[in-house]
Structures are given as C-alpha cells and as structure tokens.
C-alpha cells in the first residue's frame, strides 16, 4: 500500500522505514496536513498522521476525494480527527492506543524532579561558574501529596512511581481503577478535594468536551498556594492565561508542560531564527519556575519503535481487506 506520511518528522523516519520492510510505499512530507497541503497525498490508499495535522472535516473531504481511504494516526491522542467526518466518508481510522506509557509517565516524573530541584536554573547558573545554592531550594517528595487526573495507563505508572517515592496519592477519574487503590492505597476523591489537598497535580486524562480548561481560573483558585502543575496530556486541557496570573500571583509556584495550548504550528519546527511567535509563550518562558519540554514526552526508542511496528501492522491489515487491531470506529 502506499502511504503518505504528513508531519513527517527526520526523527521517526528510519523507524518507519524499518517497520515497512518494503512491503509499503512510504512517501514522507514534512508539512502537516492541512487544506494546502492535502494534495501531496494524491496516489495513496492511506495517510499517515501525527498530533498538529489538521483532521477536519473539509480536509479528510480533500483526502477522500483524492482517494485516501485509510488514516493511521501516529499517537495515542486522536482529538485533532473528526471520526465523526471519517465514518460518513467510510475512511477507517487506526490509532497507536499504547507505545509506550512507561515515556511519557517517566518524562513526567523527569518534569517534577526538574522543577523541584530547579535543575534548569541550576544548570544555567552553574555554566557562567556561579556556584551559589540561593535560588535551588527544593522539598522532598516523600511524604507529599500528589493528585493525579486521569489513572489510565499513563497515569497509572506516574502512580507506581511516586508511590516508590514515598508519596499519598489521589486520584480523578471517571472510571476509578479498584487494582490501583488496593495496590498503592490511591484515594479517588473529587476534583475539588484533588485540588484542595494536592502537592503536586499532574495531568493524564484525554482532551474531551469535558477537559478542556478543565483547570482553569476557578481551578486553580481552590489549590494549595504554592502547587506544582505538571501537563504532559494535551495542552487544550489547562487555560494557559490562567495559569500565567497564578504563576504571577504565586499562587501556582511551578509549573510543568510538555504540551501547550497553542502548540499547533510551534512545536516540532525550528523557529530559532525569528522572532517569538506567540507572546504568551514567551511570557511563559519568562518565569523562573517554568520548565517547558516541546511535546517530547514520548521520545524514547522503545515508543518510536512501537508507533512505526503499530502503524505498519494496520496498514497490512487494511491491505489484506481486514480491520486493524486498533482501528477507532
Ligand atoms: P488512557 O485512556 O489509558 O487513560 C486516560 C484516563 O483518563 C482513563 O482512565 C479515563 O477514564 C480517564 N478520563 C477520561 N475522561 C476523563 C475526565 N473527563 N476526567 C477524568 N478522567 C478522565 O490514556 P493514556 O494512554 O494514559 O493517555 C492519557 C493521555 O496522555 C492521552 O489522551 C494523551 O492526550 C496524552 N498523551 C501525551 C503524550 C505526550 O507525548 N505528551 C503521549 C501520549 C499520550
């Protein structure tokens, strides 16, 4: 079958290339897909897509009509595709369900070691030989309180981790895990409780009608002064302004992102050569206890691995005129 694959980026090319083992076409495009750039996929049967690519109705509408008949998602998060457009147009849909959960629940543990013991600030410090400890006070994690929304699959590991620290752990979801309370004593409790008694809030649930800004102004006045915030989920899921007075007020005292709101055409791309394109980024960047990671959580070879074998096994299975594994509808 042959495959275009839109954002595709020069990290993740030998992975597909070594998962097709010549058995597809691959034709990469480093350009997200979107209303201008549809067209390169004219002489596939699929498309292959990641996070920032525009899945719209009018641009599946373009695929359709050149026809694309396959869509294979590379990543877990599939909100940015319209299924319901999808399943009309009789596209079928595949994600990669789970990579990897073990990268991004440990990226995020990397987020909160990072901001507590403020190795970004350490590090700058230490280059220019300035080797006071002032500024580098950190807390031990033992102990602390950590609520975590969302103990799915990655918010499952973040709770074993922690536990290991020594942590009490609450827990948010709509579908509470019984294994996990009886294996790490988690608490499901509500939000508002989460938010009054919580450390640390870390971020795992998926961008829904129901999760976007779930934390917001209202949110983020009813936590403990001082709260480290860490979102490796989607960045739709925090109201960044918000969060840019609390971290102003003090009122949220770290903050951690590996996905931002605004990501869409920022991330994944080179922009060091002009000025910053989004203020609110840079104002972001411009508070000491900000730690940002551009959308990198997965990154480890295992996962890269896992997403080009996942994304491989549909397309064959699409070619043998069966359903994928992980086909969405
Ligand atoms: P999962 O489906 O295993 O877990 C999600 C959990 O959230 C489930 O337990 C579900 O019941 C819960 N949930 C759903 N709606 C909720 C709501 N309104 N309130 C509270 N809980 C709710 O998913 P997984 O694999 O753990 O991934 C979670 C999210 O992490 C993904 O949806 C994706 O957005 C994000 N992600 C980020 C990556 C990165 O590189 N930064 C990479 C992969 C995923």
């Known amino acids: 079958m042959r495959l275009t694959v839109f954002s595709a980026h020069r990290f993740e090319q030998p992975y597909l290339i070594q998962a097709a083992q010549g058995q597809h076409e691959l034709h990469f495009v480093e350009a997200a897909l979107g209303p201008a750039t549809a067209a390169q996929a004219r002489g596939s049967q699929a ?74 600030l350490a590090d700058q410090q230490l280059r220019t030989y300035d080797f006071r400890l002032d500024q580098l006070i950190g807390f031990d994690l033992h102990g602390k309180t950590v609520g975590i929304i969302g103990c799915g699959r990655i918010g499952g590991i973040v709770a074993r981790i922690l536990h290991g620290f020594g942590c009490r752990l609450l827990g948010y979801d709509l ?44 949110a983020l006045a009813q936590m403990k002064p001082g709260v480290m915030l860490i979102n490796t989920g989607r960045g739709g899921e925090l109201d960044t302004l918000a969060a840019l007075a609390a971290l102003r ?19 994944f791309e080179d922009h060091s050569h002009e000025a910053p394109p989004d203020a609110t980024f840079a104002q972001l960047l411009a508070q000491p206890n900000v730690l940002i990671t551009g959308h990198q959580a997965f990154l480890t070879r295992e996962a890269l691995t896992n997403i080009a074998d996942t994304t491989v096994a549909s397309l064959s299975c699409w070619g043998r005129g069966e359903a994928s594994d992980t086909e969405l509808q």
């Open 175 to 218: 579908v509470p895990d019984s294994r996990l309370g009886a294996e790490l004593g988690i608490a499901y409790v509500a939000l508002n409780e989460l938010y009054a008694q919580a450390d640390i809030i870390t971020i795992h649930a998926p961008l829904t009608e129901h999760t976007r800004h779930l934390i917001d102004a209202k």
């Open 47 to 120: 498309v292959a897509l990641f996070t920032g690519d525009n899945a719209s109705a009018a641009v599946l509408e373009q695929l359709h009509a050149l026809g694309v008949r396959f869509v294979a998602v590379r990543a877990a998060g599939y909100d940015h595709v319209d299924l319901a457009a999808a399943r009309r147009l009789g596209l079928r849909v595949a994600n990669v369900p789970e990579y990897s959960p073990y990268a991004i629940a440990e990226h995020t543990i990397a987020l909160i070691l990072a901001l507590n013991r403020r190795l970004h």
């Open 249 to 267: 007020s003090g009122q949220l005292g770290y903050l951690g992102l590996d996905v931002y709101e605004h990501e869409k055409g920022l991330f």
